[in-house]
């Protein structure tokens, strides 16, 4: 197994020094710098499985460099340490996973040694224990739970609803607690096991809906399907029998494909998507505007919703391209009848440019973070119950 390899930054040598050496003693290659331009080019040169990130320096904060990792698609864990307050730090951490980076932590200087080591050596044994053997055990005995982040709408009345919520798959490990997808989602796909991973969540899923409806939630579900499934002939069949068994209706069900899935198999997907729609399932293209054929895609493929990418939602109240371009698609969507639904939203001042340019379907953090299954029930009910 390759070693893993800890990247930092931090602009006190003595900060520098101590995380090699603690990092170093625990197993870790270790690259220090100070320089924002050289921890720039050594994320793609170093390819670090774990980043320490001071927020406070002269050239560059940290803030500015999560929004770099987060650019790039950086899937390196993310320890932020720093001596400003712990409240900074927690907002810090919860902006980090906003972004879609893989947060180990947050810690204040002086740095605590003991907390460190255990975190990074935590953090090792969770990358040797995750293998094709423990993940296909972890499936077969349902450690793979789905989180909900809850989509809001805006209803007729003018006021935002919870209507709506996707599934994110999270690991439920007996040893390290939850595991976030990007340590386990790329593993399924090398190994074949995402197919058998993907139908678990849409079982558990759609078990879940059951559940909501006897507590009185109507609530519609987003799951991911992946590329993989589009080689899947059986697959709608095997979706149609699952929501008949538990007696749920076909529409409450949104299937999410990225538009790089659609394109490993153009003709397939087309058979495939095709049929998922005449059985009454919703169809969502996600992460819209981030491929060269988005629009090849929506022309050819029966979508029920166009999915926003993060990226422009996050810029485009302070950036005149990104804005541009999610009023573009807003329009597209429009004008071709289907559901414009904006995820990364963080900020109220994003919510409201969204709704003046009537986009009536939005997630993101500003609402609430992915939800465990317990937590669903209360927080939606207190949500909608504060908006009547």
């Not at 541009?324 to 919510?351: H, M, N, P, R, Y």
Request: hydrophobic share 45%; net charge negative; aromatic share 6%.
């Amino acid at each position: 197994m390759a070693q893993d390899r800890l990247l930092s930054i931090d602009d006190e040598p003595a900060i520098c020094e101590l995380i090699k050496s603690v990092a170093e003693d625990v197993g870790y290659a270790v690259r220090t710098m100070s320089d924002p331009d050289e921890f720039r080019e050594a994320i793609g040169s170093f390819d670090p499985t774990v980043i320490v990130l001071d927020l406070q320096m002269p050239r560059a904060d940290g803030v500015e460099l999560l929004r770099h990792l987060a650019k790039v698609e950086c899937h390196a864990q993310v320890l932020v340490v720093s001596g400003v307050d712990s409240k900074v730090l927690e907002t810090v951490k919860r902006l980090g996973i906003a972004h879609g980076l893989n947060m180990l932590g947050a810690l204040r200087k002086p740095v605590p040694v003991a907390e460190l080591a255990a975190l990074l050596r935590d953090n090792m044994e969770v990358n040797e224990e995750i293998n094709e053997e423990s993940l296909a055990k972890a499936i077969e005995a349902g450690e793979i739970t789905p989180y909900y982040q809850p989509k809001i709408h805006l209803t007729e009345s003018g006021v935002w609803k919870i209507e709506a919520v996707e599934a994110l798959a999270r690991w439920q490990h007996p040893r390290h607690g939850l595991v976030m997808p990007d340590v386990f989602i790329p593993l399924a796909e090398e190994t074949g096991l995402i197919a058998a991973l993907t139908k678990r969540v849409f079982a558990t899923v759609i078990k879940q809906i059951r559940e909501w409806s006897a507590a009185g939630l109507d609530l519609s579900a987003a799951v991911n399907l992946s590329a993989s499934i589009l080689d899947d002939l059986q697959f709608p069949d095997q979706l149609l029998s699952l929501v008949r068994e538990h007696g749920i209706a076909e529409q409450r069900i949104i299937v999410e494909i990225t538009e790089s899935g659609v394109m490993s198999d153009v003709a397939r997907a087309m058979d495939i998507l095709s049929r998922l729609r005449i059985m009454g399932f919703r169809l969502s293209i996600d992460d819209f505007g981030t491929g060269y054929s988005s629009l090849v895609q929506l022309y050819r493929m029966p979508f029920n919703e166009v999915k926003i990418d993060k990226s422009f939602i996050m810029e485009a109240v302070n950036n005149k391209e990104a804005e541009t371009i999610v009023c573009s698609i807003l329009g597209l969507a429009d004008s071709l009848g289907l559901t414009a639904c904006a995820e990364g939203v963080e900020t109220q001042k994003t919510l409201d440019f969204l709704r003046a340019h009537n986009c009536n379907t939005v997630q993101g953090y500003l609402i609430s973070a992915p939800l465990p299954p317990n937590a669903v029930v209360q927080f939606i009910r207190k949500w909608n119950s504060d908006k009547d």
